[in-house]
Nanobody, 130 residues
């Protein structure tokens, strides 16, 4: 059973930094990709960053250059470092994952959409004040 558990959210002033962590368990030796999404009330989940099975990374335009996704396979942990935070970054942040039979997640046609990922954490709130 796959389990993802986020931590590290909180409140910060604009221009500040926060780091999120997500402990991942249950994939074993299955190839998989991991991602961060965020959601605000009344809106759908939007991609923040994805790290594929080969460690290639994609970022949403809104966070590119400010956020950094990384993973420590030895610790089974996914990270999101968020710098130069803006009030519009305020959201609930979720980590997500998917095990695959192929080699790369980006070979799938719906790669990057929330529907692509069946496994989700419970979410952690990030609030950025101006």
């Amino acid at each position: 059973q796959v389990r993802l558990a986020e931590s590290g959210g909180g409140s910060v002033q604009a221009g500040g930094s926060l780091s999120l962590s997500c402990v991942v368990s249950g994939y074993g030796y299955t190839k998989h990709c991991l991602a961060w999404f965020r959601q605000t009330p009344g809106n759908g989940r939007e991609e923040v960053a994805i790290i594929d099975n080969d460690s290639s990374i994609t970022y949403a335009d809104a966070v590119h250059g400010r956020f950094t996704i990384s993973k420590d396979s030895a610790k089974n942990t996914l990270y999101l470092r968020m710098d130069n935070l803006k009030p519009e970054d305020t959201a609930t942040y979720y980590c997500a994952g998917r095990g695959i039979y192929g080699t790369l997640c980006r070979d799938y046609s719906d790669y990057g959409s929330p529907a692509f990922f069946p496994d989700w954490g419970q979410g952690t709130q990030v609030t950025v004040s101006s």
